[in-house]
């Protein structure tokens, strides 16, 4: 069902309308834009499948309402996108969700499985991909492009049923609790501080507060200046280019084009604005001048992160997942500096919800001493427990 005008959309909301599970997910083009460019919007429940027009319906509000509802749950596959384009739709964060790519991970499934084999895995058909690089923006959209569209919907029930009866027969439930409380907070998808993006860019370690405030001044004006064009800030500026006018500080117009890789008709349109935000820059107090976080310089004890790698793979293939589910290397690493600065792991990211348990507590004890990666007879790892009387099975 292709949804192209209100009249259909408010017939279409009169079957959703009361349901306790929609499928969703969007397509959309942001290859040149700072936000994402709408192009369609899929939405399916046990009856029916569609595929809603934004770009030719008027007002969409009698369907965001229903996705507003917390009563409704919201099935999405690999959601982050998706939940950023309702975000702005709907001024809020919807809630709850169900992520079926999050779930695949949690069942062993694979950590970044694609909805493609997810389908073929629950229900052993072959999902088309003809129409994968399609201008979703543009019109007309053929019904080849349209059917394409609706089979990322229309598979996305069956495949959350199964997720969520293997979630409870593994008695993992609980663990999606966690996981998707960051997809459900509004925090997620408001707009990055315009003040920190200067933080995001490459090769400026040796500079000095001074040309930290001025590249920290023309950061956000660039970044700001993205989101009211919408646009990609390189296209106003590039990195590089924007770097070396922290460093350099023209003061004039002819200072400014004759800076290498400024674009010139960036010149001509915001030149004056530019020579004002380098001299706020240059005029900030001494004491408001940023400065560079220092790095730490923390290096692990030779072998230490290589062994709770290893117990994290041991773990991962006792409880059948991939080992980047329980812990990646970045985690472990932290895990470590952590406890070796005899910081709280109560605190720590692997001692939060159902990974405290099954991931966090046996790296901690692997720390303390309390636990052993052993080779067995076997030839395999086994993760074991040091006794006063010896080492001993977990």
């Given at each position: 069902?292709?949804?192209?005008?209100?009249?259909?959309?408010?017939?279409?909301?009169?079957?959703?309308?009361?349901?306790?599970?929609?499928?969703?997910?969007?397509?959309?083009?942001?290859?040149?834009?700072?936000?994402?460019?709408?192009?369609?919007?899929?939405?399916?429940?046990?009856?029916?499948?569609?595929?809603?027009?934004?770009?030719?319906i008027?007002?969409?509000e009698?369907?965001?309402?229903?996705i507003?509802?917390?009563?409704?749950?919201?099935?999405?596959?690999?959601?982050?996108q998706?939940?950023?384009?309702?975000?702005?739709?709907?001024?809020?964060?919807?809630?709850?969700?169900?992520?079926?790519?999050?779930?695949?991970a949690?069942?062993?499934?694979?950590?970044?499985?694609?909805?493609?084999?997810?389908?073929?895995?629950?229900?052993?058909?072959?999902?088309?991909?003809?129409?994968r690089?399609?201008?979703?923006?543009?019109?007309?959209?053929?019904?080849?492009?349209?059917?394409?569209?609706?089979?990322?919907?229309?598979?996305?029930?069956?495949?959350?049923?199964?997720?969520n009866?293997?979630?409870?027969?593994?008695?993992?439930?609980?663990?999606?609790?966690?996981?998707?409380q960051?997809?459900e907070?509004?925090?997620?998808?408001?707009?990055?501080?315009?003040?920190?993006?200067?933080?995001k860019?490459?090769?400026?370690?040796?500079?000095?507060?001074?040309?930290?405030?001025?590249?920290?001044?023309?950061?956000?004006?660039?970044?700001?200046?993205?989101?009211?064009?919408?646009?990609?800030?390189?296209?106003?500026?590039?990195?590089?280019?924007?770097?070396?006018?922290?460093?350099?500080?023209?003061?004039?117009?002819?200072?400014?084009?004759?800076?290498?890789?400024?674009?010139?008709k960036?010149?001509?349109?915001?030149?004056?604005?530019?020579?004002?935000?380098?001299?706020?820059g240059?005029?900030v107090?001494?004491?408001?001048?940023p400065?560079?976080?220092?790095?730490?310089?923390y290096?692990?004890?030779?072998?230490?992160?290589?062994?709770?790698?290893?117990?994290?793979?041991?773990?991962?293939?006792?409880?059948?997942i991939?080992?980047n589910v329980?812990?990646?290397?970045?985690?472990?690493?932290?895990f470590?500096?952590?406890?070796?600065?005899?910081?709280?792991?109560?605190?720590?990211?692997?001692?939060?919800?159902?990974?405290?348990?099954?991931?966090?507590?046996?790296?901690?004890?692997?720390?303390?001493?309390?636990?052993?990666?052993v080779?067995?007879?076997?030839?395999?790892?086994?993760?074991?427990?040091?006794?006063?009387n010896?080492?001993?099975?977990?």
């Amino acid at each position: 069902m292709y949804i192209t005008t209100d009249e259909q959309l408010k017939e279409l909301c009169d079957t959703l309308r009361g349901s306790e599970m929609l499928a969703l997910d969007t397509e959309f083009v942001r290859e040149r834009t700072y936000f994402h460019r709408l192009g369609l919007i899929q939405v399916a429940n046990d009856e029916v499948s569609a595929a809603i027009d934004p770009i030719t319906i008027n007002d969409l509000e009698p369907f965001l309402e229903i996705i507003k509802d917390p009563k409704v749950l919201k099935v999405f596959h690999a959601a982050r996108q998706d939940l950023e384009i309702f975000y702005r739709l709907c001024g809020m964060a919807v809630r709850p969700v169900f992520d079926t790519q999050i779930a695949a991970a949690l069942v062993g499934w694979g950590s970044q499985i694609s909805f493609a084999k997810i389908v073929h895995k629950v229900s052993k058909k072959h999902i088309c991909k003809a129409h994968r690089y399609t201008d979703w923006c543009r019109r007309p959209l053929s019904e080849g492009q349209i059917e394409y569209a609706l089979d990322d919907v229309r598979y996305l029930g069956p495949v959350y049923k199964r997720l969520n009866s293997l979630m409870n027969k593994m008695d993992r439930k609980e663990w999606i609790v966690g996981e998707f409380q960051c997809l459900e907070d509004p925090k997620n998808f408001q707009p990055s501080d315009p003040n920190k993006q200067f933080l995001k860019l490459k090769n400026i370690r040796s500079f000095k507060p001074r040309a930290l405030s001025v590249l920290r001044e023309l950061a956000a004006w660039r970044e700001l200046e993205a989101r009211s064009r919408d646009c990609l800030a390189k296209s106003i500026i590039r990195d590089e280019t924007l770097i070396e006018l922290a460093r350099s500080a023209p003061k004039t117009m002819e200072g400014l084009r004759s800076l290498r890789g400024f674009y010139q008709k960036e010149a001509a349109r915001s030149g004056k604005v530019i020579l004002e935000t380098i001299e706020r820059g240059l005029n900030v107090p001494d004491s408001e001048c940023p400065r560079l976080p220092e790095s730490d310089g923390y290096t692990a004890p030779r072998g230490l992160e290589e062994i709770l790698a290893a117990g994290v793979q041991v773990r991962a293939e006792e409880m059948k997942i991939e080992a980047n589910v329980l812990a990646d290397r970045k985690q472990i690493h932290d895990f470590v500096k952590c406890f070796e600065r005899n910081q709280d792991l109560e605190e720590h990211f692997l001692f939060q919800s159902w990974r405290k348990e099954c991931i966090g507590e046996t790296l901690a004890s692997l720390l303390h001493g309390r636990t052993a990666l052993v080779i067995g007879q076997d030839r395999k790892a086994q993760l074991m427990k040091v006794e006063s009387n010896g080492i001993h099975s977990e």
